[in-house]
């Protein structure tokens, strides 16, 4: 069951959160991502195109295969940082 999902890496909750709030709130996500993410991915707004179960950490994959879809979710902490993370797909 693959999915596709976009995300934004911090190295703090704290900013984790203003992020959330500044997306909630009318920003777009991909600017957003662009201006902070500590991603490559950032390149694309965020967007780490299709993967599987099992190709992500295991906190970054618990959330793109449970959670809804469409949504900002998160922080989420995994190794790496504090994650914003919008499901875009799941088939």
Partial sequence: MPATARHILVDSEAKCLQ???????????????????????RMQGGDLGSFRPGQMVKEFDEVVFSGELNKVLGPVKTQFGYHLIEITSRW
């Fill in 19 to 41: 992020l959330k709030s500044e997306i909630e709130a009318g920003a777009d996500f991909a600017e957003v991502a662009q201006k902070n993410s500590a991603c490559p991915s």
